[in-house]
C-alpha cells in the first residue's frame, strides 16, 4: 500500500495544477512561466542526483562491482532513449511554431500535450525504480527517501500541471477538457512507475542501471526542453533563481528524509 501511494502523489500534483484552468484567467504570465521551469529543472537535476545517481553508485559499491560502471552505463542510455522517443513521437514544446519527431496532422494541443507526456516517462520511471529500490532490501534506498522524491516529482509537477493546461485552454479547448488533458498527461507517470518496479523486480541485478537510467532520461529532458525554455527571452535570470530553489528544495528533501 505504501508503494502504491508513492506512485500516486506525482499524478495528484500534475492533477492539482492541471485544475489551474478553473482558477486562473489567460495565460500564465512569461515571468511566473520561467520560474516554474526552472524550479522544475532544479528539483529534476537533485532528484537524479541524490535520488538516483548516488544510491546506484552505492549499490554498485556494496554487492563488490565496478562503482561507476551501471551508473555511467545506465546514464548514457536513458539519454539515448530519451533522444530516440523525441525523434519519434510527435510534440509541440511550449511556445515553439514548428512540431518535433515524425510528422504529423494531429492538433496543436494535442502535440503540447505529447510534449508533457514525453518528459513524464523518465518522472514515472524514476519513482518506480526507487521504490523497487526500497523493495530490494539492502539497505541502499530508504522508504522515507523514495518518498523524498516522489514528493519533490509531485511539487514540480503542479506548475507542470497549470503549465500544459492553461495554454490548451488558449488554444480554444473547455476548461473541462483542458483539464482532463493535463491529468491524462500525468497517468503515464503511474504507469511507468509499475512496469518500472516490475521489470526491476523480476531483475535485481539490473537496478543500478535502471536507476542511472531514469536519471539521464530526466537530465535529457531538462537540458533539452526545461532549461531552453526557462531562459528564452527576457529575464532569464528569473529561470536560474527557479532552478537554485528547485534543486535546494529536492537536496533538502532527499538529505532530511533520506
Known sequence: MKIIIGVVIPLLGTTLG??????????????????????????????????????????????????????AVGFLSGIGFLLLLDNL????????????????????????????TLHNIPEGMAVGVVFAGVKATDGSISLASAYALTIGIALQNIPEGAIISMPVV???????????????SGIV??????????I????????PYILAFAAGAMIYV????????????????IGTIGVALGFTLMMILDVALG
Not at 64 to 69: K, M, N, S, T
Not at 89 to 116: D, R
Not at 200 to 207: A, E, G, K, T, Y
Open 89 to 116: 513521437i510527435p510534440h509541440l514544446h511550449m511556445n515553439a511554431e514548428k512540431p518535433e519527431g515524425k510528422k504529423t496532422k494531429l492538433g496543436k494541443s494535442i502535440m503540447l500535450i505529447l510534449a508533457v
Open 189 to 198: 507517470e503511474p504507469i511507468g512507475s509499475i512496469i518500472t518496479i516490475l
Open 18 to 71: 492541471a485544475a489551474a484552468v478553473f482558477m486562473l484567467k489567460g495565460d500564465i504570465k512569461p515571468r511566473i512561466q520561467k520560474t516554474l521551469l526552472g524550479f522544475a529543472s532544479g528539483v529534476m537535476i537533485a532528484a537524479s542526483v541524490w535520488s538516483l545517481i548516488m544510491p546506484a553508485i552505492e549499490m554498485t559499491k556494496a554487492r563488490g562491482g565496478i562503482a561507476w560502471l551501471p551508473s
Open 222 to 237: 531538462v537540458v533539452e526542453e526545461l532549461i531552453p525554455e526557462s531562459q528564452e527571452g527576457e529575464h532569464s535570470n
Open 200 to 207: 526491476s523486480s523480476l531483475i535485481v541485478p539490473v537496478l
Open 170 to 184: 488558449a488554444n480554444g479547448v473547455s476548461k473541462r477538457k483542458a483539464f482532463s488533458y493535463g491529468v491524462l
